[in-house]
């Protein structure tokens, strides 16, 4: 009876360790949610190091780009716990923020003494700030990104298309420092035979689900002088978004779209973009910096192969910004670890191993660092490229803001429909609407 | 000795009763068989109750106000029907209605057409027609999504088979064949990937009907020297017509909540030519998160299809007491 007793013991205590296991386990892990991409598997790897020195393990929810919105949007309205750290979209600021999915991180940074003005400016302002412009940080500013091109620099060195190019064109067939420019190679590339190979101009953006034409088209509109509103009276859109300029600027998006791009390229994104450079069917792809360094280590494209240069000029110049900033969410039961992960990944030394793991840091300390712009052949473009960004609305009806853009450009350039006037035209009209519904105007 | 079944039963009760604890056994014996058969079925109605009929009648109230599912702490205020008015009077919706029309049309023509020519011939029981029957229903075994992204490759320009084959027959150059960049294509591919994936469906479906018209009619047609055409058109298609009709809306109502594969194959894209109401209705509730006038257009739906498939059954039964 008594070994019975001792045996019965012996089995509960087990099964009752066993139970309080996963919770003391579960106790210390943190859950971040991403993306699922490049730099994702990069911060894996840099978080090895978090978990060595802090002993907290780090799960990891990566979503693919084309639902990553749907489901961390929805993650957080519905108030889940799923995430404890998120590393958000830019646009996704203002809604976070007005709705209390993140935590205010101010008093945080103050505490720790982690200082805004040691992050690449346009970064804070894209990721951290809300509302822009004002020292409220919902995020530290992470993974730096913007919209800038590749080219395939092997076909631009052959000597007897430089001899081509220049006698058509009378200027050296180099990586195009305007959207002029830019189109003439499309042209001079689209459709011709390069080692036995149909090859054309170039992969732009042109995706209608999700994002995928409005980070393509606003890089063109913002050169050509598209304003989101008056600078002078916010949410006045009439004469800004739909101004002459902006109207030229959809006009010669739709007549790149229509002369240099491949066959069946109504619905680009980042990974169609970089598929149709690694497949060697573009001379230039336009694409989100941080498809760089996977491009640059690929076999067939990537090396002396490959080339980077910023969005081009036109009349202003500007880069779409793309990139995110890393947040606790409000709804984490373990907001104080979250916050320990903050305040490592802030480091120099730990923002220093990003940059060499693949991610773009964006503290200073990094990028300034004297030998940063020649560390690797596309840090040059990247810095170039930061030093111009703009950033899409980041108000919390940034969604439906999104949508209309999408539906109105991809309306006009892709379907054909109407004319580019139009389409601002009705631009304008949506985005009243959902400022209207807003209570701003 | 010989009871008889009454008191066999009574017997059996007393003995149960006997065995349970009183309280118990009084309640048992209090309950009405039709109170035990309300107790068996009550955890089927409650689940109903719980995920179809109260999601329902929330998505009903919500419909009424200005409620944003993004925004769960502000202010939730009735709009009267204005969610209705705008759904209603929206282009983009009514344009989304008529790409919806459009694809349902043209999908279950085609799907009728070749399903039942199909079924008719595999009716005939050929030799190694067991073979491809299996061979016919493979496309309605696969998964939307696999059936999606294989046909985006089959249609690509530069290295689709389809294009390439299109381009063979046609003498078109393959960089010209874009199913899903054209305007006036786009709709089309789809319609042909539908149409594809669940004609096997509809197959199956004219094949039970043609299965069940019995052999003895046909012989009674042949003894009064009825031609086949006529034999064709005064028995085949009257007998098998409620099965058609059956598939008829089966497949309407499943191609007017179509999403998955128009998703995959073009996002409702170029523009807005193949965005049919399904991704409409998407985009309002979980992209710009107008709960309340996605919930008015998702009542709006739900009205039209479940009038027209209330008058189609009647329809349907019609036919059959003929």
């Known amino acids: ?441 | 000795m010989t009871l008889s079944h009454s008191s066999i039963v009574d017997k059996a009760a007393e003995t149960a009763a006997k065995a349970t604890p009183a309280p118990i056994a009084v309640r048992v014996r209090g309950l009405s068989d039709r109170a035990i058969a309300w107790l068996f079925i009550a955890p089927a109605i409650s689940l109903l109750l719980a995920i179809n009929i109260f999601p329902l009648l929330w998505a009903v109230y919500l419909s009424f106000t200005n409620y944003r599912a993004n925004r769960p702490n502000a202010v939730v205020e009735g709009v009267g029907f204005r969610n209705y008015q705008r759904v209603l009077t929206d282009p983009d919706i009514w344009q989304a209605m008529q790409t919806t029309a459009h694809f349902v049309f043209w999908t279950i023509l085609l799907q009728m057409l070749i399903g039942f020519a199909l079924a008719y011939l595999i009716d005939r029981k050929f030799r190694g027609h067991a073979f491809w029957t299996t061979i016919v229903l493979i496309p309605m075994m696969l998964s939307p999504a696999v059936v999606g992204n294989f046909w985006r490759f089959l249609y690509e320009p530069q290295i689709g088979l389809f294009a390439y084959a299109v381009s063979f027959l046609s003498g078109i150059p393959t960089s010209q064949i874009q199913m899903l960049g054209n305007v006036s294509l786009a709709p089309w591919a789809i319609i042909i990937v539908d149409t594809w994936m669940w004609t096997p469906y509809v197959m199956l479906i004219c094949l039970a009907g043609l299965r069940s018209i019995p052999d003895y009619i046909y012989e009674a047609a042949e003894v009064d020297r009825a031609s086949a055409w006529r034999q064709f058109w005064s028995i085949t298609v009257p007998m098998a017509l409620p099965f058609i009709m059956l598939a008829v809306l089966f497949r309407g109502i499943e191609n007017f909540k179509m999403f998955d594969m128009v998703t995959l194959l073009t996002g409702g894209g170029p523009g807005s030519v193949t965005e049919v109401a399904s991704i409409t209705l998407k985009r309002e509730a979980f992209e710009t998160w107008a709960t309340g006038r996605s919930s008015a257009f998702a009542i709006v739906l739900f009205v039209a299809v479940f009038g027209l498939a209330n008058i189609y059954v009647k329809a349907l039964n019609k036919v059959k007491q003929r």
Not at chain 1, 58 to 75: C, G, H, I, Q
Not at chain 1, 174 to 203: H, W
Not at chain 1, 208 to 228: A, C, H, K, P
Request: proline share 5%; hydrophobic share 40%; glycine share 8%.
């Open chain 1, 1 to 441: 009876m008594r070994r019975f007793t001792k045996a019965l013991l012996g089995a509960t205590t087990v099964l009752t360790i066993s139970t309080a296991l996963p919770s003391v386990s579960q106790a210390e892990q943190l859950t971040l949610c991403w993306a699922a991409w490049d730099p994702a598997n990069a911060l894996v790897e840099l978080s090895k190091d978090f978990t060595a020195k802090t002993k907290i393990d780090m799960k990891f929810e990566f979503v693919p780009w084309t639902s990553y919105a749907d489901r961390f949007l929805n993650e957080l309205n519905s108030h889940g716990k799923l995430c404890d750290l998120i590393i958000g979209d830019s646009q996704w600021i203002g809604g976070s923020a007005e709705n209390g999915h993140y935590v205010k991180l101010n008093e945080f940074f103050d505490k720790e003494g982690i200082k805004m003005d040691d992050f690449v400016p346009a970064t804070v302002v894209g990721y951290s700030e809300w509302p822009k412009n004002t020292p409220n940080y919902w995020a530290l500013p992470a993974m730096g990104d913007v919209v800038g091109w590749t080219y395939r620099k092997d076909w631009f060195e052959k000597p007897e298309l430089q001899k081509e190019f220049q006698e058509k064109y009378g200027w050296k067939l180099d990586a195009p420092k305007t959207y002029d420019q830019l189109k003439q190679i499309g042209e001079f590339f689209q459709n011709r035979k390069i080692d036995g190979q149909t090859v054309y101009g170039a992969s732009i953006y042109t995706e209608r689900g999700s994002e995928g034409i409005t980070m393509g088209v606003t890089n063109v509109l913002y050169d050509w002088g598209f304003q989101y509103d008056n600078p002078k009276k916010p949410y006045e859109m009439e004469g800004f978004v739909n101004s002459e300029d902006a109207v030229k600027g959809l006009e010669f998006y739709k007549s790149l779209y229509d002369c240099c791009t491949p066959p069946g390229s109504s619905n680009v994104y980042m990974t169609e973009s970089a598929d149709a450079f690694k497949s060697g069917q573009v001379a230039m792809q336009m694409n989100f910096a941080f498809t760089w360094p996977g491009l640059y280590k690929d076999e067939k494209v990537g090396g002396d192969r490959i080339g980077f240069f910023p969005n081009p000029a036109e009349k202003a110049h500007f880069a779409q910004l793309g990139g995110q900033g890393i947040s606790v969410v409000a709804y984490s039961d373990k907001q104080e670890q979250a916050l320990q992960y903050i305040k490592w990944f802030a480091q120099p030394d730990v923002q220093a191993k990003w940059w060499e793991l693949g991610g773009y840091s964006c503290l200073k300390a990094v990028v300034n660092a004297p030998g940063f712009a020649a560390s690797q052949p596309y840090a040059q473009a990247f810095l170039d490229s930061m030093a111009i960004v703009k950033d899409f609305w980041a108000e919390p009806s940034y969604a439906p803001l999104l949508q209309a853009m999408q539906k109105r450009v991809h309306n006009y350039v892709i379907a054909g429909n109407g004319t580019a006037k139009e389409a601002l035209d009705g631009l304008v009209k949506d985005w009243t609407e959902t400022f209207q519904d807003d209570g701003k105007i």
